[in-house]
């Protein structure tokens, strides 16, 4: 039975992880076409997952890296932060821009 929970924690993990790595990519395409950014690659990828605690709740932070051109000739990295499934921090340049 124990095989069996670890088994379906992990799918569920896996499903989830790719869930949110989905979400990510569609908002940094988005927010590169608002910013007159070109969004290079086509996805976001993962970087780091630790947990942490927001509000007293243990949650998992995600952080995706994805690359963006300003100019067409210049590739710029891009980092997302997610917590649980909420954008928490958009940094790209230096800047820290919350989500």
């Known amino acids: 039975m124990l095989g069996i929970a670890a088994v379906i924690a992990m799918a569920y993990f896996i499903y989830k992880n790719l869930r949110v790595r989905e979400f990510v990519t569609r908002y940094a395409r988005d927010y590169c076409r608002d910013r007159d950014l070109q969004f290079l690659d086509?996805?976001?990828s993962i970087t780091a997952i630790s947990p942490t605690q927001l509000q007293g709740k243990l949650m998992l932070q995600r952080t995706y890296r994805f690359e963006y051109t300003d100019n067409g000739a210049n590739?710029?990295?891009g980092v997302i932060i997610v917590i649980?499934?909420?954008i928490q921090h958009v940094i790209v340049d230096h800047d820290i821009l919350s989500g």
């Open 42 to 44: 086509g996805t976001a």
């Open 75 to 77: 590739r710029r990295n």
């Open 84 to 86: 649980g499934d909420t």
